[in-house]
């Protein structure tokens, strides 16, 4: 799924707001470097997810029997497979 530039954006102040207003951070300067980290951040970690989805899918149309998408056998190989190559990039 790919979010547009200004639903990130509009993500990374809700973000930092609610760590503002939690007290989980306080901020000594302008905000505007850690707002752009964690869009920076958000848009790293899509990108990946995005990566795994092609490779996970390439993996799935190699299979000798055809699955059809959307079918339940289908989700459960591309959820197996996901979760398997998200592991291997060290973000579980």
């Known amino acids: ?12 102040y809700a973000l930092l707001k ?3 207003d939690k ?3 306080v901020l000594k300067e302008d905000d505007s470097l850690l707002r752009r980290e964690i ?4 848009i790293s970690e899509l990108k990946i997810g995005e990566d ?7 993996k799935l ?3 000798t029997k055809k699955l059809i ?13 996901f979760e398997e190559e998200d592991s291997k990039k060290g973000r579980r």
């Open 39 to 42: 869009k920076r951040t958000i």
């Open 1 to 12: 799924m790919t979010l547009s530039d200004d639903k990130i954006t509009q993500t990374t």
């Open 69 to 81: 998408e959307g079918s339940p056998e289908w989700e459960i190989m591309y959820r197996k497979l």
């Open 61 to 63: 149309q190699s299979y």
């Open 23 to 25: 007290g989980m951070i």
């Open 52 to 58: 795994i989805d092609v490779e996970v899918r390439k």
């Open 18 to 20: 609610g760590l503002m």
